[in-house]
């Protein structure tokens, strides 16, 4: 009889242990990320959400454990290896790329997915290096229309609203056509306007890609909307897992994540 092999999960995390000097920062955190599916990372301030995500963007070494791209160790990867891999991620924070507009950040994204004409052919402005750019910008302005950025594409990010900026740093990640997508609170500092635009691109982004999503938020309304799956962490560890309004109704989860019990919050 043949059998065959279930294709490997997008994202599988084993026994993540991060260190920073003496504090535990991650401490054998085991998940994975599923094809089609939107899985949230919540957590306290501090609860290492963001740890773990550097680990699989390689901006941060894991101390031990393993990383899996479907299927391949990504652990001794350079970052933009794992960004060739399929790996896209957004900030906290849009004024990393502040100095840059929105098509100058996409075209990164592009250049950093596929150079397809060599450093040369690109300084002498040569036919393959050209036509390579204006696919590349074709790509980025497809990006930005889909998560609905309506700004001028040629105004700095660090002199747009910053909901616009934070579209435009989705829209990079978009535009490197990722394989996976890890969004690290993509609402933080928006209002509640902002904050349902970023809802609606995220599932027009998940639409129109399909890819799996690992996002990192504190607003519970926007972790409801998205979310299959959702998983708590709590001083480095895995507390719970699953449905986000299931684990609400947890009192251990409600007491790490509210500071109060579900019968406290209600009362
Ligand atoms: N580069 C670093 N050097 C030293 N300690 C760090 C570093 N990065 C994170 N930490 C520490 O590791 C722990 C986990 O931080 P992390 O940023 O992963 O938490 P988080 O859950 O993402 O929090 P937040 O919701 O505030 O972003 C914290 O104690 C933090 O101070």
Redesign the pocket.
């Known amino acids: 009889m043949i059998t065959t092999e279930p294709p490997p999960d997008p994202l599988r995390i084993t026994d993540l242990e ?1 260190r ?2 003496g ?1 535990r ?2 401490q054998g955190v085991s998940l994975t990320l599923r094809r089609d599916e939107v899985l949230g990372l919540l ?12 680990c699989v963007s390689r901006s ?1 070494d894991a101390s031990s454990g393993r990383i899996e791209l479907f299927g391949r160790d990504i652990r001794r990867m350079k970052p933009f290896q794992v960004t060739r891999a399929g790996v896209s991620r957004t900030y ?1 924070t849009a004024a990393v790329f502040g100095a840059l507009t929105a098509l100058q950040v996409g075209m990164l994204a592009r250049d950093a997915h596929d150079r397809r004409a060599t450093a040369v052919e690109y300084a002498l402005r040569l036919p393959r290096a050209r036509r390579h750019e204006r696919q590349a910008r074709a790509s980025v302005t497809q990006a930005l229309e889909l998560v609905g950025f309506s700004a001028p594409v040629n105004r700095r990010l660090g002199e747009l609203t910053y909901g616009q900026a934070k579209l435009a740093d989705l829209a990079r990640a978009v535009a490197g056509e990722p394989r996976i997508l890890l969004l ?2 993509p609402a933080s500092g928006l209002s509640v306007r902002e904050r349902d635009q970023m809802a609606e691109a995220i599932q027009r982004v998940r639409r129109e890609l399909g890819v799996p999503v690992l996002i ?1 938020e ?1 607003d519970m309304e926007l972790m409801q909307r998205l979310c299959d799956r959702t998983i708590v ?1 709590d001083t ?1 560890r895995i507390l719970a897992e699953g449905r986000l309004d299931e684990l609400l109704t947890r009192p251990d989860v409600a007491v790490s994540l509210l500071g109060v019990t579900p019968q406290e919050a209600a009362g």
């Open positions: 991060v920073f000097g504090i920062a991650v957590g306290q301030n501090g609860a290492g959400k963001t740890t773990v995500v550097n941060v906290q690290d609170e990192i504190h962490m480095g």
